[in-house]
């Protein structure tokens, strides 16, 4: 399945974070927060024009932003550019 957004918005595979802390300690799932960076999968038309914005650029977003959806290989977020908070470089 192929997925494209529409107007200013981005697709998302977050980046998962370690399991386990510096000292050792696992840390279970039920206890992780979301993570808030990822790696842009697919962009829209409109971003591509924008140019500030390309795909595998990894990004910080806003901590409650974004739609979820399920594709077929996985989790992702769909992401107005405004939720955007930076390209990790």
Avoid: C
């Avoid at 399991?19 to 038309?45: F, H, Q, R, W, Y």
């Avoid at 140019?51 to 290989?73: C, H, M, P, R």
């Amino acid at each position: 399945m192929n997925f494209t957004p529409l107007g200013q918005r981005v697709l998302v595979k977050r980046v998962e974070e370690e399991a386990k802390t510096a000292s050792g300690i696992i840390i279970p799932d039920n206890a992780k927060e979301k993570p808030l960076t990822g790696t842009v999968v697919a962009i829209s038309s409109e971003v591509k024009e924008d140019g500030d914005i390309a795909e595998n650029d990894q990004i910080v977003f806003a901590k409650y932003s974004g739609t979820e959806v399920t594709l077929e290989d996985g989790e992702y977020l769909v992401l107005n550019t405004d939720d955007i908070l930076g390209i990790l470089k």
